[in-house]
């Protein structure tokens, strides 16, 4: 299974952009990168899930490099509603459908 | 409201006590999965089934039972609690062969278990 590295912490204010930089060398040829959103005392949210090149949605862009060994989640003008813990995961559908999360990243946006 | 729903939220109890987590999903997902999460904020799975069949049994001690009466249900018994049972646990739901891992699963809000 691919292990993951994120930062474990970030700060940013209002209205900034924020970029997460998942670290995934070990990524598999069906692998998925996955990512979830965690607010306190709530179970974790998808955001977003993406193979290769770009996906944006409502909440949040994912950028993957072409050798796909690390992802970037962006989050474009955050609010103090942002702050959470997010979650980088990778895997692929012979795990028997378990996400593995690493230690996520705490975000928290200051006014 | 289409959700995961978990009860009771909060579980207070006493060592060597039994106690069960009840979990209900009304999305039409066909997967159920149990997670615990532990003071680190570390979200590690516990079981899964699909269909009412489990598919996940990671290495958990056999005092956690899981039963799934149906696909919409996945309950969770404890039996003689320890105190390093403390932690939060999530019940979650998905479709399971969507082609797409990780896609789309939906957790509830959690239950803490205290153990005292």
């Known amino acids: 299974l691919a292990k993951t590295t994120q930062p474990i912490s970030m700060d940013s204010y209002e209205g900034q952009e924020v970029n997460i930089t998942c670290s995934h060398n070990n990524i598999a040829t069906n692998d998925y990168i996955t990512w979830y959103q965690q607010f306190p005392s709530q179970g974790p949210r998808f955001i977003i899930q993406g193979y290769k090149t770009k996906v944006t949605n409502e909440v949040a862009s994912l950028f993957i490099p072409a050798d796909r060994k690390s992802s970037t989640l962006s989050l474009p003008r955050v609010s103090l509603s942002d702050t959470a813990v997010y979650y980088c995961?990778?895997?692929?559908?012979?795990?028997?459908?378990?996400?593995?999360f690493g230690q996520g990243t705490e975000l928290s946006v200051k006014p | 409201d289409t959700a995961v729903s978990q009860t009771p939220k909060y579980l207070v109890t006493q060592m060597g006590n039994d106690k069960s987590i009840k979990c209900e999903q009304n999305?039409?997902?066909?997967?159920m999965y149990w997670y615990k999460q532990d003071s680190k904020k570390f979200l590690k799975i516990m079981f899964s089934?699909?269909?009412?069949?489990?598919?996940i049994n990671e290495t958990v001690p056999n005092r956690f039972s899981p039963k799934s009466p149906d696909k919409a249900h996945l309950n969770l018994h404890i039996n003689s609690l320890e105190l390093g049972d403390s932690a939060v646990y999530f019940c979650?739901?998905?479709?399971?062969?969507?082609?797409?891992?990780?896609?789309?699963?939906?957790f509830g809000s959690g239950t803490r278990l205290t153990v005292v």
């Open positions: 089934y699909n269909n009412k069949e489990l598919i």
């Open positions: 999305l039409g997902h066909d997967t």
């Open positions: 979650a739901s998905s479709h399971r062969d969507r082609g797409r891992p990780g896609y789309g699963y939906t």
């Open positions: 995961l990778v895997g692929e559908g012979n795990q028997g459908g378990k996400l593995i």
